[in-house]
């Protein structure tokens, strides 16, 4: 068998994609995008189950969400924090320490075995099962590491864990995204809970970094094409001069240890957060007119609940969470598998088109290829800032940061490799000494003659017939590095460029993106920018959709014919980040949820009980329940 996946359906084939305007969707992107909707509007609409909750009129001390014992609530009576603490001992630090958290975070809190009767919604489930998918993310990633980092691509246990980590990613990644548009729709930051918005919103962008560091660490077609892609915009902002989509080993570890104890310690201060000021109280039915009525209902929201409480297992739900999880992994890992397209080397592009590799090679030996005129980070060559190769928008942050990782693509690409090769060969060694030895302006008008007649390259019995013209020992130079490339000892010279071990992959990339057979693959499988390719996956997998808002400004009228189109990128998503952030802050866009009342649907049932006489509805609401 291999390294094929098991898979009951192939999805490894050319995807289908669905256009329109500008917008351009993968079916299997718009698959996802559907069911996240689905799921997101039958969270609002199927009711939650009316079961004996265990109601009461008096909540318990320390129930979460505002119960006895909250932050605000004058009539609860404190829980001790001081117990431990023995006579004497209070100034000490550890005590100290050790009762702020217990008064921040008494047992009743952190392990809640009640809620406010209003949290009664499938809406809440979200976030448990957000954490839930986390740990199945977690531990598959834990049982690849176990094989190293590509046992996956020739093992099929090792791609069914892949599969595994694959869809339980795709399962957090929605279920974060459907939390988050619920939390939205229920305006949760009010109440002084804007740090919990903006700890969940942080730990949503943490997981974009996370999941794209993982995206271009899988060595296949995928994340060669997305990191050689990805690298331009990170190269705009000057982070590409230390943050390298290219070098699979810093990727790698970015993934598996960096990233990853960030974006636990922001998930896990979130749920303390969520902990410590508990669930945000119902929006009103109608809107509150005039000053005084909303200061009343802020301070209403920051206070502490004294209304019915229900039942909470917290434990049982998030095993359930787990569980369901767990199965859902399972069973799309077993069904769809997991997309590994081979990777395309030198070695197999001199194969499927030599002319093209021949040209290729013969302008990186001119210097008129995009990495020898790229400019920084790896050489000066660029034009001025503001055009394809050096972008600016205000400031030129390529040039500020300067040359940081040394190309030279003549030296790089050519020169080098084929001195490890001239050794054992005599009429090689010969063609590059000559050059090597010849001026400047020599150089440049044997391979401006070279470039001329490679165009016209014809093939016989796979030995490559160029037009004969003064282009000196370029032809024998080229013909060589061909014969390097078909045998595979030029992506290994390319690698071995650097010290110790080869999991770098800037140099080869960076020589594939230069020829025209690396894009022609890539558009095959819709990856380019053009195509919205930094949401797609090879074939009929569904991708990243929450990439849509980067991925938006490549394909606007007037942006995408930019020179500086990846900085504006750039720029744009973070101005729309920032807004995200700033939601409580920003008036207007924290009043959406009061004017698209999608908060009724979450709360209906309270606001049902509650419209009958006051709070007297809401007692009969916990009276029937009980």
Known sequence: MGGRPLAAVNLNAPGSFVHWNIFTVSVANLIVILVMVLIFAAALLVPFPHRDEGEEGVPRTGAVGGGAGAPGSAAAEPERVDDLTQPGDATMWTARVRNLGLRLLPPGKLLPDRQPAYVRSWIYVFGVATLAALGVVIVSGFALALGGPDWWHYEPVGHFFNSLHLWSVELFMAFMVIHLWGKFWMAAWRGRRWMTWISGVVAFLVSVVEAFTGYVSQQNLDSQWISTSGKDAFNATGVGAFFDPMNFGQMLMWH???????????????????????????????????????????????????????????????????????????????????????????????????GDFMATSAAELAGTSETATYGPPYNNNGEPAGTDSVQKVIVSWQQLVGVRQPVGAARTFVLKPLATRASTQPLLQRALSRYQAASAGQQRSWDAAYLRAVSHVRFSGGVPAVPSGRYGPVGVMVAGELGMAQSGALDAALLAQRQFYGTNYTKPLLFLEDGGYFVSVASKYHLLGTQWGVMNETGSYPGQPWLWLYDLWYQVPGFRTSSNVDLIAVYMTGIATVLLLAVPFVPGLRDIPRLVPVHRAVWRDWNRAASGSGNAGADRMADRDT
Request: proline share 8%; glycine share 6%.
């Open 256 to 354: 598996i240890v960096l990233v990853p104890l960030v974006l636990v310690a922001i998930v896990g201060g979130h749920v303390l957060l969520v902990r410590v000021r508990g669930v945000s109280h119902p929006l009103p039915a109608q809107r509150a007119r005039g000053r005084a009525a909303r200061r009343a209902a802020a301070v209403s929201d920051a206070a502490g609940w004294h209304g019915p409480t229900r039942r909470y297992d917290i434990l049982k739900e998030a095993t359930i969470a787990s569980v369901v999880v767990l199965l859902l992994t399972v069973v799309l890992s077993a069904v769809l598998s997991s997309p590994d397209v081979p990777p395309v080397t030198v070695q197999s592009w001199a194969h499927a088109t030599p």
